[in-house]
């Protein structure tokens, strides 16, 4: 598996907004897939925005227009843009990468989670 390195979690008031930030910890030949997925306490692991290349993304209903999946122009980094965050919004956050490493071989491996706190 390639480890991933995730970024840009915190503490932010109702309607404010964050940028996660997600990248494979060494070089790699390609995503594939990339998604980010939520988990609250309490609550199973939900989709928040998935995208395949190529494909256009696709978002989870409570998220459907505040937030936006993007990658890089390299195509190694992704990011969710999450705005008019609602404290509802607050989870572990988790990224998520499939691809084909520089040595020609697939992986698909999970970040460890980031914390997003949204207060009211």
């Known amino acids: 598996q390639v480890p991933l390195e995730e970024s840009g979690g915190g503490w932010v008031q109702a309607g404010g907004s964050l940028r996660l930030s997600c990248a494979a910890s060494?070089?790699?030949?390609?995503?594939?897939?990339m998604g980010w997925y939520r988990e609250a306490p309490g609550k199973s692991r939900e989709l928040v925005a998935t995208m395949a290349r190529g494909n256009t993304p696709d978002y989870g209903d409570s998220v459907k227009g505040r937030f936006i999946i993007s990658r890089d122009g390299a195509g190694h980094r992704i990011f969710l843009q999450m705005n008019r965050l609602r404290p509802e919004d607050t989870a572990v956050y988790y990224c998520?990468?499939?691809?084909?490493?520089?040595?020609?071989?697939?992986?698909?491996?999970w970040g460890q989670g980031i914390q997003v706190t949204v207060s009211s």
């Open positions: 060494r070089s790699i030949l390609s995503i594939e897939r």
């Open positions: 998520h990468l499939a691809g084909v490493t520089n040595q020609v071989r697939g992986f698909d491996s």
